[in-house]
């Protein structure tokens, strides 16, 4: 006697709508069941077996199907619910962490976004100088300026001496370096 493997016997949609069915039953187990202390991942759990059970039925479209429109529309649902799915749980994972991270006592009074808002402005702070630091850097700055056009001044005055030296005369040239400094000056 002879045994033979029976996986051929049984065609693909059968055995996913097998699977459809095991799903469906464990969904609605863990759904009435809410086995975790937390109810947003219960709810994440319920979403992904939605996912689940949802693409494995719109698959079966897919599978020796000669409509390319339901095929389009299959794998579009497919490819909305599980990006819907994985977008919630990185929210949610995403959320807890920010609350951890904040760790404040009344955190679960606030809302998600003057939680968010609080986080993003410590963060910023980081980055912006204080009123000390800014009054430094404005200092340096003008300081620099400063040195930039004494260091000018004098470049011109030994310009012009140079040229008064040349033409013996006794007046001051006016060179173009001086008018320049004077309309840069008057800005």
Same mark, same amino acid.
């Given at each position: 006697?002879?045994?033979?493997?029976?996986?051929?016997?049984?065609?693909?949609?059968?055995?996913?709508?097998?699977?459809?069915?095991?799903?469906?039953?464990?969904?609605?187990?863990?759904?009435?069941?809410?086995?975790?202390?937390?109810?947003?991942?219960?709810?994440?759990?319920?979403?992904?077996?939605?996912?689940?059970?949802?693409t494995i039925f719109f698959a079966l479209y897919v599978k020796d199907n000669s409509i390319p429109a339901l095929n389009y529309?299959?794998?579009?649902?497919?490819?909305?619910?599980?990006?819907?799915?994985?977008?919630?749980?990185?929210?949610?994972f995403f959320v807890k962490t920010i609350c951890q991270l904040m760790n404040h006592p009344a955190i679960k009074k606030i809302?998600?976004?003057?939680?968010?808002?609080?986080?993003?402005?410590?963060?910023?702070?980081?980055?912006?100088? #204080?009123?000390?630091? %800014?009054?430094? /850097?404005?200092?340096?700055?003008?300081?620099? $300026?400063? &040195?930039?056009?004494?260091?000018?001044?004098?470049?011109?005055?030994?310009?012009?001496?140079?040229?008064?030296?040349? #033409?013996?005369?006794? %007046?001051?040239? /006016?060179?173009?370096?001086?008018?320049?400094? $004077?309309? &840069?000056?008057?800005?």
């Amino acid at each position: 006697m002879c045994i033979r493997d029976r996986s051929d016997i049984v065609d693909v949609k059968t055995r996913a709508m097998t699977i459809i069915i095991v799903l469906a039953i464990y969904y609605f187990l863990v759904s009435k069941a809410q086995p975790f202390a937390d109810k947003t991942f219960n709810g994440l759990e319920n979403m992904a077996f939605e996912s689940f059970i949802l693409t494995i039925f719109f698959a079966l479209y897919v599978k020796d199907n000669s409509i390319p429109a339901l095929n389009y529309v299959s794998y579009a649902v497919m490819a909305y619910v599980n990006l819907k799915f994985l977008l919630m749980l990185f929210a949610y994972f995403f959320v807890k962490t920010i609350c951890q991270l904040m760790n404040h006592p009344a955190i679960k009074k606030i809302s998600f976004l003057t939680a968010t808002t609080t986080l993003i402005k410590d963060e910023l702070q980081r980055f912006i100088p #204080s009123p000390e630091e %800014q009054e430094r /850097i404005k200092n340096t700055t003008e300081k620099r $300026r400063v &040195s930039k056009i004494l260091a000018r001044l004098q470049e011109i005055e030994l310009k012009r001496k140079a040229v008064d030296a040349d #033409s013996n005369s006794t %007046q001051p040239a /006016i060179t173009p370096d001086i008018i320049l400094l $004077r309309r &840069s000056t008057r800005t």
